[in-house]
Each structure stands twice: as C-alpha cells, then as structure tokens.
C-alpha cells in the first residue's frame, strides 16, 4: 500500500515538475531565430508598511538595446483581491552619437487577483505617460498573467507566464505585445532570484526582440 501511494505521489508531481522544467527552459534560452537579441540584469528592493509596500529597482540591458534602468513607487492593499500601484520608470539608452536617450514614464495600475485551486490568476490594466525626446502620450498596456507556486524539496518555486498588449493613444493601435515566461525561486522570505525570457513582439516592424532576464529582489 505505501508503494502505490509513494508513486501515485510521484506521478502527481510529474506535471508541477514539468511546468517548472518548461519555464526554467524558456528562462535561460538564448537566440534560435532572426530576432535582435537582449539581455536584463536588475535588483530590486522592497519594504512593507502594514497595506502599502514602497519599491525600487535598477539594472542593465545588454544587446540590441545598451543602457539602465530604474524604477520607485508604491504598492497599496485595498482587498485580498485587489491593489493600487503608483511608479516612476526610467530608461536611459546609449545613442549612435555617444549621448544618453531619456525615456521617463510615469504609471499607475489597478491589479485584480484571483486563486483557483493551486493556480493564481492576475489581471490589470497598466496606464503609462512617456515623456522623452521622441515620444510623448499615453500608453494602455494591460496584462494577463497565471502563476502556479510549487514546493519542491522544501523549496518555493513559482513558474509564471504573462502576455502584455500596448496600445498607444496617439497612433490608436496596438504596437508592441511583451510575453514574459520563466520561474521565481523563493530563497529565503526575504530572497528571491527571477529568471524569465522575454519576447518583445514588434507589429509595427518585423524584427522582434527576445532573451533572458534576471532580477534578483531582497524584501527589507
């Protein structure tokens, strides 16, 4: 009886251990096709205050796009169901001509949440004003994104996917589609190390972008 349970137990992990493969995978791939290559490299540190979280975040982008990236804001706690997010975001990339292109945005979301069994599922509208020396207006980019959180040999692993339209106001179409698919692998509670690819969908032109991304983000 203990060896049907045992491997009745072991074929029940069998799909939780191949999301996690799949998205580890998909994390650490490399360039299979003509897309223009990237690489992100980021921290991110976070302090919580009863309902509202204050964030900031840095990092490098590597390939097709050269430059940093940082970030700071707030996350409020409305319900168990839905929260507030206030952000600053800057982009700052080299230019041909050895100068700095700055890209500010200023963003505001609303997140819904919802568990279904073990899965977790998360929607949210993203509106972003850009403010640089060639683009400026608003920006609408929702997400859709499912999370599945695993325990294997006492560690917390979270494979997650996420697809996100932007839609800008001026041009009144949809530009660019992100698809974020990786894992986050809890350390410790107040560790965790990110790993996703990222695939930058470009319906204006044909050539898109994709590689890995790494964060690695400390909760104070």
């Known amino acids: 009886m203990k060896t049907i349970t045992k491997t009745y137990h072991s074929l029940h992990q069998l799909p939780k251990a191949g999301i996690l493969l799949l998205a ?7 360039w299979t096709n003509d897309d223009r ?3 992100l490299g980021s921290l991110a540190v976070s302090k919580q205050f009863g309902d ?7 990092g490098l ?27 600053y975001f800057g982009l700052f990339t080299d230019i041909p001509n050895g100068g700095t292109k700055h890209d500010n945005r200023a963003r505001t979301t609303l997140t819904y949440v919802k568990a279904f069994d073990t899965w977790r ?29 695993l325990t294997i040999k006492e560690q917390k692993i979270t494979p997650s996917f ?18 974020y698919f990786g894992a986050e692998w809890s350390i410790h509670p107040k560790l965790a190390l990110s790993a996703e690819y990222v ?17 690695l983000k400390v909760r104070l």
Request: charged letters at 20%; glycine letters at 8%; one cysteine or more.
């Open 61 to 87: 982008i590597k390939g097709t796009i050269e430059g940093e990236l940082v970030s700071t804001g707030v996350v409020g706690k409305i319900n168990q169901q839905f929260y507030w997010q206030a952000e």
């Open 37 to 39: 290559p990237i690489r």
């Open 162 to 179: 996420k697809i996100e339209p932007f839609y800008v106001e001026k041009q009144q179409e949809f530009t660019f589609t992100l698809i």
């Open 24 to 30: 580890l995978m998909c994390s650490s791939l490399g």
């Open 52 to 58: 509202y979280t204050v964030f900031g975040a840095g």
């Open 121 to 149: 599922f998360s929607v949210r509208p993203l509106l972003e004003y850009r403010n640089s020396e060639t683009l400026n207006g608003f920006r609408l980019r929702p997400q859709l994104a499912l999370f599945y959180p």
């Open 199 to 215: 695939r930058i969908i470009d319906h204006i032109n044909t050539t898109d972008i994709e590689g890995p991304a790494l964060t």
